[in-house]
């Protein structure tokens, strides 16, 4: 490899908003052939919005809690849950006691109440019996591609909120385009799976990976990795970071988290999915020039 061919190289990407960190990464992308997308903040736009309560009790009573608790999480899913509750014009109530579960969801006091809020397994993990009619609505909320959550009140189910995500205007073309390149896309979340594929049809991905625990993404990269295949971690959150590290080649999105660009290989400024084509294209191009 010439020197002079990875300057230019390098200089031509990042008028593009790609930015590869050194010349060996921009010799390595173009031999990619699978490429995992993270869900949410990379797939999507990773600003969900409050969208349904669902509750038999007084339903500000409820949030009043479920704010008090999220309050104290910085999940993307807390964020929205919070500012979905302030714009109901309900005031917060203040915890005493907070806990995040990774994956699961959060645990808090308040008011001298017991609160959880979270996943199935959460609930189940609680020893929380869910009614079926609740677990029945959750799934057609997430085969619309929402995230639902079960809220308990001192270990009695209390109600059910959901909150929706959408997907980047650009993801679709640009998966098409790698798609059309030959490439293995795969979408990885934590989320639940109906609410995965649902969003991975909008997007038109075929393959998703989804209940994947936060220290999980990497071994998901690590199993491709030994049946052959040349792996790119795209991802945003801190979560992600030690899968873009893994990775063959990990591309974080420039609008997430320092976390994942210290870790990653490649920071694609734009949010837009399209520079992970043409970040490859930028990789031949450069290639053919050393040949
Ligand atoms: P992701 O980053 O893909 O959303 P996580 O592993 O962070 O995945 O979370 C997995 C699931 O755990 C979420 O889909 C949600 O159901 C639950 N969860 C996580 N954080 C919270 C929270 N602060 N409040 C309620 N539920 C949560
Ligand atoms: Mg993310």
Do not use: Y
Request: aromatic fraction near 2%; charge should be negative; hydrophobic fraction near 45%.
């Amino acid at each position: 490899a010439t020197p002079t061919s990875i300057m230019a190289g390098s200089g031509r990407s990042a008028e593009f908003g790609i930015l590869f960190k050194g010349g060996e990464h921009l010799e390595q992308t173009h031999r990619l052939d699978t490429i995992i997308l993270d869900k949410t903040g990379t797939v999507t736009n990773g600003t969900p919005k409050l969208t349904d309560v669902s509750t038999d009790w007084n339903e500000a009573d409820l949030l009043t809690l479920v704010g008090a608790a999220e309050k104290q999480s910085e999940h993307p899913l807390a964020e929205a849950i919070v500012e979905g509750i302030q714009d109901l014009g309900i005031e917060l109530g203040v915890a005493e006691f907070f806990e995040a579960i990774p994956g699961h969801g959060v645990q808090a006091k308040v008011d001298g109440r017991l609160l959880h809020v979270g996943t199935r397994r959460l609930m189940s993990h609680e020893n929380i019996d869910v009614p079926e009619t609740t677990l029945d609505q959750m799934v057609s909320f997430e085969k619309t591609g929402k995230t639902a959550m079960l809220v308990a009140v001192d270990h009695q189910f209390a109600g059910l909120v959901a909150v929706a995500d959408t997907i980047k205007e650009t993801s679709k073309a640009a998966i098409a385009r790698l798609k059309e390149m030959g490439l293995d896309v795969v979408m990885i979340t934590g989320d639940n799976k109906q609410t995965a594929e649902a969003i991975a049809k909008q997007a038109g991905i075929e393959h998703t990976i989804a209940e994947v625990l936060p220290e999980g993404k990497a071994e998901e990269v690590k199993k491709l990795q030994e049946s052959g295949h040349k792996v790119a971690m795209v991802g945003d959150g801190i979560n992600d970071a030690p899968a873009l590290a893994t990775a063959d080649i990990g591309m974080a999105i420039g609008t997430g988290t320092d976390v994942a660009m210290e870790a990653a290989d490649i920071t694609l400024i734009r949010g837009d999915l399209n520079s992970i084509a043409d970040a490859i294209m930028m990789s031949k191009k450069t290639i053919a020039n050393i040949k």
